[in-house]
C-alpha cells in the first residue's frame, strides 16, 4: 500500500471488512466467494459517489466504526441502510444514508447508525487502494485473504484511497427512500434434496416463522424456529454450495449459507434463497423474524430482472440532495429552537 491519502480507524466497529462483488471461479478449489450480503446496498453506495458498482466499499455489520480523515478531501455515502454518519469536528453535521458528502482533512466521521439493518456499506468516491487476490479486494476472514492484511478493521489501521481529493460537484441522493424489505417473505426455490423431507415437513418449513439466531455470521445465518423432520436421515454424500442454500442438520434448525460459506457441504438442502433475496435476508438483525415462501425457475428469473432493472433506475436517477437532506449540527447549536415556556393557569 502506498497511497498517502487515508481514513484512519479510531474504533473499528463489530466486524468492518472490504468487500467488491467477490471473488468468483474459484469454489472448485474451495475458495469462497465472499463479496456482500446486499449487493444492492453495496452497488447503491457506489452509484451516490461517482464510482462502478464493483469498486471495493466498507461492508459493516451490526454496529459500524469511526475514521479520522488524512487526505485533502473525500467523498463518502452510506447505504443499504436507513441509519446515517456523523461528522464532527468543524464541519459537524449528520448525513442520512442515500446521500453523498465531502469531508475535509481532520475530520472525525462515525456511522452514527445503521438503523434496522444488520449490514451497511460505506463507499469512498475513487474507491480503496487494495491490489485485488484471486481477481478480488473482498475479504474472506477466515482464509485471511483480500482486504487489509485479510482481517476485520481494527483500531490504528489506515484504509488507503485512490484519489488524494475529491471532485467538486454537489453531492448526490437516493430520489426515493430504500426500501430494506424487513417484512418480506424470502422467496426459494425447492431442492436440491427435497426428497429427504416429507410433504408435511416441507409445508411446515414454509409456513413457518424463524428466527435469526445471534450465531449467525456472514459464513451462514442460522434460523431458530420448530425443527424440520428429516424423512431419509441427515447425512448425504458432500456435494456443491451456493450461496442461499439451505441446509438442515440433525438439530433440525435450517442454515442459511451466505457470501463467506464453504464450497461443499454434507447436510441435504431443503431449498435455496433465489439471488434477488440474499440482499433481503443479509440485512436483517439477530431476533428479527423470517419467512419463506417457494417460487419457480422461471419466476425466479424474473424477479431477478425485475430488480435488475430497479438497480438501474435508481442509479440512474440520483438527484443533487437538497439542504433538508444533511443536518448541521454546529449550526443548530447556535440557535435558540426552544421559544419558551408558557405558563398553563
Not at 451490526?62 to 436507513?82: I, K, M, T, Y
Not at 448525513?95 to 458528502?101: D, E, F, H, K
Not at 424423512?231 to 449459507?257: A, M, R
Amino acid at each position: 500500500m502506498t497511497s498517502t491519502s487515508t481514513l484512519k480507524v479510531t474504533s473499528p466497529g463489530i466486524h468492518t471488512t472490504v468487500q467488491d462483488l467477490g471473488r468468483s471461479g474459484f469454489q472448485d478449489v474451495g475458495v469462497p466467494l465472499s463479496g456482500p450480503l446486499d449487493r444492492i446496498g453495496l452497488q447503491l453506495a457506489n452509484a451516490l459517489v461517482g464510482n462502478a458498482g464493483a469498486t471495493p466499499v466498507l461492508e459493516m455489520l451490526l454496529q459500524g466504526p469511526a475514521f479520522q480523515v488524512e487526505a485533502d478531501s473525500v467523498r463518502v455515502a452510506l447505504a443499504g441502510c436507513n441509519g446515517a454518519i456523523e461528522v464532527g469536528g468543524d464541519n459537524a453535521r449528520r448525513v442520512p444514508a442515500g446521500t453523498s458528502a465531502r469531508l475535509r482533512r481532520g475530520d472525525v466521521i462515525r456511522i452514527a447508525s445503521m438503523g434496522d439493518s444488520a449490514c451497511a456499506y460505506l463507499a469512498i468516491e475513487g474507491g480503496i487502494d487494495l491490489a485485488p487476490q484471486l481477481g478480488s479486494a473482498s475479504t474472506y476472514v477466515r482464509g485471511r485473504m483480500g482486504g487489509i492484511n485479510g482481517l476485520t478493521l481494527k483500531a490504528g489501521d489506515s484504509v488507503p484511497l485512490r484519489q488524494p481529493a475529491a471532485k467538486e460537484r454537489p453531492e448526490r441522493m437516493l430520489a426515493q427512500p430504500f426500501d430494506l424489505a424487513l417484512e418480506q417473505p424470502v422467496r426459494v426455490m425447492l431442492g436440491p434434496q427435497a426428497d429427504f423431507f416429507s410433504e408435511a415437513a416441507i409445508e411446515q418449513f414454509l409456513s413457518a416463522e424463524y428466527v435469526v439466531s445471534a450465531q449467525s455470521d456472514r459464513m451462514g445465518f442460522r434460523l431458530e424456529g420448530v425443527p424440520l423432520a428429516h424423512e431419509k436421515g441427515y447425512n448425504i454424500v458432500s456435494d456443491g454450495i451456493v450461496t442461499g442454500s439451505i441446509q438442515v442438520p440433525g438439530s433440525g434448525q435450517p442454515i442459511v449459507l451466505l457470501a463467506d460459506a464453504q464450497t461443499t457441504g454434507g447436510y441435504p438442502k431443503i431449498a435455496t434463497v433465489i439471488s434477488t433475496d440474499i440482499p433481503v435476508l443479509g440485512r436483517r438483525r439477530p431476533g428479527r423474524k423470517v419467512r419463506f415462501a417457494a417460487v419457480g425457475l422461471a419466476e425466479a428469473q424474473a424477479l431477478r430482472r425485475d430488480q435488475e432493472a430497479f438497480l438501474r433506475r435508481c442509479t440512474g436517477s440520483l438527484r443533487v440532495a437538497d439542504s433538508a437532506a444533511v443536518i448541521d449540527v454546529a449550526a443548530l447549536y447556535t440557535e435558540s429552537l426552544i421559544s419558551g415556556v408558557v405558563a398553563i393557569d
